[in-house]
T-cell receptor
Framework: GIQVEQSPPDLILQEGANSTLRCNFS?????LQWFHQNPWGQLINLFY?????KQNGRLSATTVATERYSLLYISSSQTTDSGVYFC??????????WGAGTKLIIKP | GAVVSQHPSRVICKSGTSVKIECRSL??????MFWYRQFPKQSLMLMAT?????????EQGVEKDKFLINHASLTLSTLTVTSAHPEDSSFYIC???????????FGPGTRLTVT
């Protein structure tokens, strides 16, 4: 089946820094979503981005489907950005295959 | 838009009892709903997929008689953990899709503790 790898697994940054999170996947997909899981467990939809580039405030994402990777950019990090960021891909239908996540800690 | 709620957010029950968790799509009709389980410091594991009015499709290794799923309407799916045991303690999360795009919207999760 399709493999999803996220890197780095852990990231510690000072407030105000920029970061890039990566998601590699091993086969073509019809769905790719980025989520932020906050400390209370709530999964927040960041981007639905099977291809192309999107921006929302300080966050942006790019998926290069032909090369099977997606990047999530966080600029001017804030402490509230801390949490786990998941990439999930859908190879077919509505099924989602999840990466292991990147744990981000933003220090004040 | 695309808000999914879960109830309860937290539940503690005794071993051997059953617990029902509700998942509702508040502002859209969900053609498909999903139930996930998440262990501490791990990613989400899909348990089952349900479509309104039909039987749920369970993932391999998930006991369908233990985790009963009912998708009675386009806005409500329920997960009942029957004869709960301490090893069923976990964080259960539902999601919903409204189609035609494949994007899923997630509920806030239910933390189940079985004593």
């Amino acid at each position: 089946g399709i493999q999803v790898e996220q890197s780095p697994p852990d990231l510690i940054l000072q407030e105000g820094a920029n970061s890039t999170l990566r998601c590699n996947f091993s086969d073509s997909v019809n769905n790719l979503q980025w989520f932020h899981q906050n400390p209370w467990g709530q999964l927040i939809n960041l981007f639905y981005i099977p291809s192309g580039t999107k921006q929302n405030g300080r966050l942006s994402a790019t998926t290069v489907a032909t090369e099977r990777y997606s990047l999530l950019y966080i600029s001017s990090s804030q402490t509230t950005d801390s949490g786990v960021y998941f990439c999930a891909v859908g190879p077919a239908g509505y099924q989602l295959i999840w990466g292991a996540g990147t744990k981000l800690i933003i220090k004040p | 838009g695309a808000v999914v709620s879960q109830h309860p957010s937290r539940v503690i029950c005794k071993s051997g009892t059953s617990v029902k968790i509700e998942c509702r799509s508040l502002d859209f009709q969900a053609t498909t709903m999903f139930w996930y389980r998440q262990f501490p410091k791990q990613s989400l594991m899909l348990m089952a997929t349900s479509n309104e009015g039909s039987k749920a499709t369970y993932e391999q290794g998930v006991e369908k008689d233990k985790f009963l799923i009912n998708h009675a309407s386009l806005t409500l799916s329920t997960l009942t953990v029957t004869s709960a045991h301490p090893e069923d303690s976990s964080f259960y999360i539902c999601s919903a899709n409204s189609g035609p795009a494949y994007e899923q919207y997630f509920g806030p999760g239910t933390r189940l503790t079985v004593t």
